[in-house]
């Protein structure tokens, strides 16, 4: 019974701090209509993104509020004909250009060699870039919702995190858990005051930086090698004296990052190790969620089946408090709450396995993305 009644404080405890985080959930940029007067370059890297760059593109052409706009598009070596579909949406709209990237040179890493080429072949030179994934779509304000945000919170690097679309069983069980652990274990405002490098966090499917500040950091020369570009750069810009800012996006955009079971698989397969660090902190942090998620249910039934209700009331207990956090985390990230919080041990379980087998590829040295070696 101690040991259940600790499990239902610890659990109670983390799930008063993903409230708090929730209610003070940082920055909402307003999705109606604003504008901004400063020149705004948005950046897409694609890589074989033929079958789903549409949509996002489409969603670039129909900002509003920034007459400064650019469009940059790099064809990271696509070989599906992602080209051609860019050429054929954008049309001969003089905001686009449309760029032919180069393989990425020893100690480079695919996607932040690709976000460097972008930054560094805008043109005319903007103030602000904005770096967005091919599998979000803005809202028609969304970028000058960012800038204006970026600016008011004096930062030099915005991340405003995209609400996550989930369709599939693989989608609702792995996902949520992206914004859960945020909400749930970083300390979200004091890590935008500190000024310590390792206090950061940034989301790489959308992000806005000042140009000044991006190229006084090293820009993604400064991570080019780092499978967690988005996180080391928000690191970098902090080594370089800026400030960092993390923001509710989902009222600005949407973003579906993975089309099924196999490429999320792959997708956390090749991160996850990175996300860790080193193995040991990986196996302590897992069997921690384990113990104070995934064990509750568990223990609840097998103390039914022993006859020992008491025990099973409070096990209970402390299930339904990890699902509340998981509630509180979908209600202030416009995700989905319901019925999916209920199978957050699931959840958990999922996590596991997923970081086993990023570590297990890592040091096979079998992780690739697209058809290029992580490490």
Same mark, same amino acid.
């Given at each position: 019974?101690t040991?259940?009644l600790?499990l239902?404080?610890?659990?109670?405890?983390?799930?008063?701090?993903? *409230?708090?985080? !929730?209610?003070?959930?940082?920055r909402r940029?307003?999705?109606?209509?604003?504008e901004? =007067?400063e020149?705004v370059?948005?950046l897409?890297p694609?890589r074989?993104e033929?079958?789903r760059?549409?949509?996002c593109?489409?969603?670039?052409? !129909?900002?509003?509020?920034v $007459?400064g706009?650019?469009? @940059?598009?790099?064809?990271?070596?696509?070989?599906d004909?992602?080209? #051609?579909?860019?050429?054929?949406?954008?049309g001969?709209?003089?905001r686009?250009?449309?760029?032919?990237?180069?393989?990425?040179? $020893?100690?480079?890493l695919g996607? $932040?060699?690709a976000?460097?080429?972008l930054?560094?072949? =805008?043109d005319p030179?903007?103030t602000v870039? !904005?770096?967005?994934? =091919?599998?979000?779509?803005l809202?028609?304000?969304?970028?000058a919702a960012?800038v204006t945000e970026?600016r !008011?919170? #004096?930062a030099?690097?915005?991340s405003?995190? $995209?609400?996550? @679309?989930? /369709?599939?069983v693989?989608?609702?069980l792995?996902?949520?858990?992206?914004q859960?652990?945020?909400?749930?274990?970083?300390?979200?405002r004091?890590?935008?005051?500190?000024?310590r490098?390792s206090?950061?966090?940034a989301?790489g499917?959308?992000?806005?930086? #000042?140009?000044?500040g991006?190229l006084?950091?090293?820009?993604h020369?400064?991570?080019?090698?780092k499978?967690?570009e988005?996180?080391?750069?928000?690191? =970098?810009?902090?080594r370089?004296?800026?400030r960092?800012?993390?923001a509710?996006?989902?009222?600005l955009?949407?973003?579906?990052?993975?089309?099924?079971w196999?490429?999320?698989r792959?997708g956390?397969t090749?991160?996850?190790?990175?996300?860790?660090?080193h193995?040991?902190? &990986?196996a302590a942090?897992?069997?921690l969620?384990l *113990? *104070?998620?995934? &064990?509750p249910?568990?223990?609840a039934?097998?103390?039914?089946?022993?006859?020992?209700?008491?025990?099973?009331?409070?096990?209970f207990?402390?299930?339904?408090g990890?699902v509340?956090?998981r509630?509180?985390?979908?209600r202030a990230?416009?995700?989905r709450?319901w019925p999916?919080?209920l199978?957050?041990?699931?959840?958990?379980?999922?996590l596991?396995?997923l970081?086993?087998r990023s570590?297990?590829l890592?040091? /096979?040295r079998?992780?690739?993305?697209?058809g290029?070696?992580v490490?």
């Amino acid at each position: 019974m101690t040991v259940a009644l600790a499990l239902v404080v610890a659990v109670a405890a983390l799930t008063g701090h993903t *409230l708090v985080n !929730a209610l003070a959930w940082l920055r909402r940029p307003g999705a109606g209509p604003v504008e901004v =007067a400063e020149s705004v370059a948005v950046l897409l890297p694609l890589r074989d993104e033929a079958d789903r760059v549409t949509p996002c593109l489409r969603a670039l052409l !129909a900002q509003r509020g920034v $007459p400064g706009l650019r469009i @940059v598009v790099l064809d990271d070596g696509s070989t599906d004909g992602t080209a #051609d579909v860019v050429r054929a949406v954008a049309g001969a709209d003089p905001r686009v250009t449309l760029l032919t990237g180069v393989a990425p040179p $020893p100690g480079w890493l695919g996607k $932040p060699h690709a976000c460097w080429q972008l930054a560094s072949r =805008a043109d005319p030179e903007p103030t602000v870039l !904005a770096f967005v994934d =091919a599998d979000v779509v803005l809202t028609p304000y969304a970028v000058a919702a960012a800038v204006t945000e970026l600016r !008011a919170a #004096d930062a030099t690097l915005l991340s405003p995190y $995209p609400r996550i @679309v989930v /369709r599939t069983v693989a989608d609702r069980l792995a996902q949520p858990l992206l914004q859960w652990l945020w909400l749930t274990f970083l300390p979200l405002r004091a890590m935008e005051r500190s000024r310590r490098p390792s206090l950061a966090a940034a989301g790489g499917q959308f992000l806005v930086v #000042d140009r000044a500040g991006y190229l006084r950091a090293g820009g993604h020369a400064a991570v080019a090698d780092k499978v967690l570009e988005d996180i080391e750069l928000a690191r =970098a810009v902090k080594r370089a004296g800026g400030r960092i800012a993390l923001a509710d996006g989902s009222r600005l955009a949407s973003c579906r990052m993975y089309e099924d079971w196999p490429q999320l698989r792959d997708g956390y397969t090749k991160s996850l190790w990175a996300s860790f660090g080193h193995p040991a902190g &990986a196996a302590a942090v897992l069997t921690l969620l384990l *113990l *104070l998620y995934t &064990a509750p249910p568990l223990v609840a039934v097998a103390a039914l089946l022993a006859g020992a209700p008491a025990v099973a009331a409070v096990a209970f207990l402390a299930y339904l408090g990890g699902v509340a956090g998981r509630v509180v985390s979908a209600r202030a990230t416009g995700g989905r709450a319901w019925p999916d919080a209920l199978a957050h041990p699931v959840s958990v379980v999922v996590l596991g396995w997923l970081t086993v087998r990023s570590y297990h590829l890592r040091k /096979r040295r079998r992780l690739t993305w697209r058809g290029r070696p992580v490490t």
